[in-house]
């Protein structure tokens, strides 16, 4: 066989070397500190007419992202190849799926399932919040709304943890005498779909005072039923507030209402908390819990 080095072509070729192709390896053992079980391999590989061409879509060619997403971590390589004389370049990629039955534990500060970072978890739950990036139904985290459309009639909610879900239930599907939220704090947060997830709600009162501390101290949160006001200082971190999931100076609504047409709401730059008619426009920020 020849050196390949001696056969590489200055011209581009004008056949496709490969086009996607799947393996599937059942039972195979993956190399690493977190072994399983291989499912399948998916390699692309094109050919290239040198070395330094980039690993860019060319005419006729399957998309480099198609049907693989936009991770960055997958990154194309140059490979040398030999055929019968005639040598070349390829720009290869391959993603190997693997089964893992280990179930997944997160911690505080991971990043959830819904693309939000764990900022409580208690009990059998665990709770994240959306990025302050979120956006559904044409509103967004710097969007005000009122707690909801009606406010005439007092509907049952609770403050604790693990109740935020369920009272946003209730603001949307509650019969008569209270008339069900349109256009308000519910909807809009019931809209988004983080991570393809359509469970977000708004938090409980102390659902949303554990999101204050956690800011506050991201490593050991006080416990919700501790008052961001008081424990720790009133700002955040200002690594967390600066980054993708920090508040606004601003105030905030929870969905645990405190009377006929008020709601509990806080603000998340000092951590005050504060019993505001429901139809004052604040912000609000999509929790779920897994």
């Known amino acids: 066989m020849e050196d390949c080095d001696s056969v590489v072509k200055s011209v581009r070729p004008r056949t496709l070397l490969a086009t996607l192709s ?5 039972g195979a053992t993956l190399v690493g500190s977190n072994a399983a079980s ?4 998916q390699t692309q590989s094109y050919q290239r007419a040198s070395q330094t061409e980039a690993c860019v ?6 998309p480099w992202q198609a049907n693989w997403g ?36 997160y911690a505080l500060g991971d990043i959830g399932p ?10 059998d739950l665990t709770y994240e919040m959306a990025p302050n990036t979120w956006s559904a139904g044409g509103f967004n985290e710097k969007t005000r709304i009122q707690w909801c459309s009606d406010q005439s009639n007092f509907v049952t909610t609770s403050t604790a943890v693990g109740t935020g879900s369920a009272n946003t239930i209730v603001m949307l ?4 005498p209270f008339v069900a939220c349109t256009s308000s704090a519910p909807n809009t947060v019931r809209a988004y779909a983080g991570g393809g997830l359509t469970d977000w709600f708004l938090p409980s009162q102390d659902e949303l005072n554990a999101m204050c501390n956690f800011s506050r101290n991201p490593t050991a949160p006080a416990a919700p039923s501790v008052s961001c006001y008081g424990s720790g200082g009133t700002t955040q971190k200002s690594s967390f507030a600066a980054g993708t999931y920090g508040f606004a100076s601003d105030f905030y609504w929870s969905s645990s209402q405190a009377d006929l047409s008020i709601a509990w709401a806080q603000g998340l730059d000092n951590g005050h ?9 604040l912000r609000v920020r999509p929790v779920r819990a897994f």
Do not use: H, Y
């Open 57 to 62: 879509t060319q005419v006729a060619e399957t």
């Open 173 to 176: 599907t509650s019969a008569w």
């Open 38 to 41: 291989a499912d399948s391999v």
């Open 70 to 105: 936009t991770d960055s971590s997958w990154k194309p390589t140059w490979e040398q190849w030999a055929n019968q004389g005639t040598g070349g370049w390829t720009c290869t990629r391959s993603i190997t799926w693997a089964r893992d039955s280990t179930a997944r534990t």
């Open 22 to 26: 799947v393996l599937t390896l059942i």
């Open 114 to 123: 819904g693309g939000g970072m764990v900022f409580l978890i208690s009990g």
């Open 273 to 281: 908390e504060s019993d505001v008619v429901e139809k004052i426009a």
